[in-house]
């Protein structure tokens, strides 16, 4: 099922759009952000970017 939807997800928004999201999801889901989340301070984030 997983991989049905990650084919989805790119059918949809893209490879490139899909990538960036999977990278986000990462990011969310690391423990430098969940540390960063409790002390208030800015997680470290490998998709910094000036867009939003």
């Not at 490139?16 to 423990?31: G, I, N, Q, T």
């Amino acid at each position: 099922m997983w991989v049905e939807a990650n084919r989805r997800v790119e059918a949809t928004l893209g490879a490139a759009a899909a990538e960036k999201l999977r990278s986000l999801a990462d990011d969310v889901a690391s423990p430098d952000f969940l540390d960063a989340y409790v002390s208030g301070a800015k997680p470290p984030s490998s998709t910094e970017s000036s867009e939003c």
